[in-house]
């Protein structure tokens, strides 16, 4: 066999590979979220979840490295995706923690926004509303003409 076709051989094995370690990643996945649609503990919930973005991640590097052809290219190239990668993570980290940390001084220091926040307003029922405000309409009409026939009468 020559070089170019043992070379073939080898990228064949090479998606082979890549191709049953991604199913094995995505058959695990389902497993994890149907056995999650169980789970009524919120903590096993979220573990459940953390794991399933793990194994979402090593799929994304396996594309990344094998079908976009990064795993041959040079360091640079890699760095140009992993570096705004880590940045856009950091900066939805960092705006989450911003507006948490806004919501909390909030709550702490404006007193009026506390106030407004804890109110709990009492509705009634649409109909309910309605009813009571016509029994006291039709009472006053009711009133109003017993007091008519009351001073017809004593004319």
Known sequence: MSDNTHDHHDVIAEIKKVTIILSVLTIVELILGFWMIDIT????????????VILMMAKAFYIVAYFMHLKHELKNLIMTIIVPLALFIWFIIAFISDGNSFKNLRNNYDRRFKEQSTIQVKQEEHGAKHEAAGSAHGEKATETKKEEHAAGEHH
């Open 41 to 52: 503990s919120e903590g096993l919930r979220l573990g459940i979840k953390g794991v399933i």
